[in-house]
């Protein structure tokens, strides 16, 4: 895990800036450049457009969270009221459970894969058949109970559509684009301005505080670009804080005829 950990935040991203900010840095100590720049530009022009992206990503992760969940107690809240109504045998009540898992499974998979789009009409098709099943019973419903199970229905494949617009809608790319740039392009902002000013020869001590100093801004600054990144889709399982899919979904085990022969 603390492999994992740091591989999230490590990447050629880093190497790059850390290799800009050192060479730009002794491009300016060389040439004596000295850009007077105020530092607050930074917090505008780049920490500032990059929180609220972190902010943006974290917050369509939590929604995930709870969409997901909603999604899942919407298959045991749909399985139960059909299992409740008189009649129901335990065949049709498993041929829809297992239907609904399926659901789930398509889902899952579509989430965590990186494939085509089509793929979500896969459950769209399922939306059909689990509506046959139900409607194939109306005669045993009565009104009330007709009501709870279409509203639980819609309410279940609505919550995977809503799902399915987190995926496919991130937070703009225009702006995490715009904070990448900026974020190669903050090394000569700042590193004119820690040049250290010195009478003596050779490579002084200041001068080695003041390159460290640029390069923890650089790796900072990265390293956080690279958060976002990977919070970004909270769905594929390669970020720490990615959905943890395998424990929310619904499980074999819940159905009330679990362990028992079909």
């Keep these: 895990m603390n492999s994992k950990a740091l591989a999230s935040v490590l990447n050629y991203r880093i190497v790059i800036i850390l290799i800009e900010t050192i060479l730009i840095y002794f491009l300016y100590d060389k040439y004596k450049i000295d850009i007077k720049i105020d530092f607050t530009i930074i917090s505008i022009a780049i920490v500032f457009p990059l929180v ?15 969409l997901f969940s909603e999604f899942r107690n919407k298959i045991i809240d749909l399985t139960n009221i059909f299992y409740a109504v008189d009649e129901v045998n335990k065949k049709d009540y498993v041929s829809l459970f297992n239907k ?38 109306k005669k045993l419903f009565n009104e009330r109970e007709k009501d709870s199970l279409i509203r639980v229905k819609n309410e279940l494949f609505l919550s995977a559509e809503q ?50 100093f640029s390069l923890v801004v650089s790796f900072v600054l990265m390293a956080l670009y690279n958060v976002q990144d990977y919070i970004e889709n909270p769905f594929d399982q390669k970020g720490l804080d990615d959905l943890n899919i395998e424990a929310m979904k619904v499980n074999d085990w819940e159905s009330l005829y679990a362990g028992e022969d079909n």
Excluded: W
């Design 163 to 212: 799902i399915r617009g987190i995926k496919i809608h991130g937070t703009p790319i225009s702006l995490r684009k715009y904070c990448l740039i900026f974020i190669y392009f903050s090394p000569f902002l700042y590193n004119s301005q820690l040049i250290v000013t010195s009478s003596g020869t050779g490579f002084q001590l200041e001068s080695i505080v003041s390159l460290m």
């Design 100 to 137: 609904l898992v399926g659901v789930q499974t398509d889902l899952n998979n579509y989430l965590i894969n990186t494939s085509s789009d089509n793929d979500f009409g896969l459950i769209r098709e399922k939306r059909k058949e689990v509506l046959l099943i139900i409607d194939s019973h």
């Design 52 to 66: 609220f992206s972190i902010t943006s990503a974290y917050q369509r992760r939590q929604e995930a969270i709870t």
